[in-house]
């Protein structure tokens, strides 16, 4: 087990649906703790540092939002809420009282890994990690680290320049590049082509994580002088 993966919390009291998560989670590199019951869920969650917690709304002792209300009074771990889909009110009340997001069952294994990933991330840049870059809440998220990025909760494949480019604009929100700028800073000089193939990069990486390429909200183009980051 890798000493620096996250460690998950499953309150389930289905069997089945507890083997059925975990084998997706241990296939993604996570450590894993279960809990078919809400108390022993609080035990586990008092005496072992949790990442993050996939929450089951209906237990046989205490209920998932009771759960939810304790582990508040102590911590901000982020938290997602298993449900029905019949139990609309209970996913409102569970957001008030300080669930972080929720999965409606059925869901598929990439649905549930998308929203850990993407919750896991947004609670890292929220305690302080600069090796990670959240835009839009979660919309576009940059890992520096690995050299990954998320749109709308799943991964998109980036080449090394577009990356670069990407990187180098999120870093500095506003502040406009000029063509020969955005390739000295994202390539530190080893770059050789024409000034004008940093737009045919642009185009490609517009057509990856801009929602409408024709209305971009990220990559801004500034007429005549070059191109700036938009994100908030």
């Known amino acids: 087990m890798d000493i620096n993966?996250?460690?998950i919390l499953i309150v389930e009291d289905e069997e089945k649906i507890v083997e059925f998560i975990e084998s997706y989670l241990l296939n993604s590199g996570y450590e894993v703790y279960k809990a078919l019951r809400g108390y022993d869920a609080l035990k586990l969650f008092n005496s072992q540092n949790i990442d993050l917690i996939l929450l089951d709304l209906m237990l046989p002792d205490?209920?998932?939002e009771q759960i939810c209300r304790e582990i508040r009074k102590?911590?901000?771990v982020p938290i997602i809420m298993l449900t029905a889909?019949?139990?609309e009110e209970s996913i409102l009340n569970g957001l008030d009282i300080g669930a972080d997001d929720y999965i409606t069952k059925?869901?598929?294994p990439r649905q549930m890994i998308a929203r850990v990933k993407a919750l896991l991330r947004r609670s890292s840049v929220e305690n302080g990690n600069p090796d990670v870059l959240l835009f839009s809440n979660g919309d576009l998220i940059i890992n520096v680290d690995d050299y990954t990025v998320e749109k709308a909760h799943e991964f998109v494949n980036l080449t090394p320049c577009e990356f670069k480019i990407l990187l180098t604009l999120a870093k500095r929100p506003n502040k406009v590049f000029t063509r020969e700028e955005l390739i000295n800073v994202a390539f530190e000089g080893d770059y050789?082509?024409?000034d004008r193939t940093i737009d045919s990069h642009i185009k490609n990486l517009r057509s990856k994580i801009e929602t409408d390429s024709k209305d971009c909200k990220y990559?801004?183009?500034?007429?005549g002088i070059g191109?700036?980051?938009g994100g908030d």
């Open 219 to 223: 990559i801004l183009t500034v007429r």
């Open 85 to 87: 889909k019949s139990q």
């Open 5 to 7: 993966s996250k460690k």
């Open 106 to 108: 059925p869901f598929s």
């Open 192 to 194: 050789f082509g024409y």
């Open 62 to 64: 205490i209920g998932g």
């Open 227 to 229: 191109y700036k980051f």
């Open 74 to 76: 102590t911590s901000q």
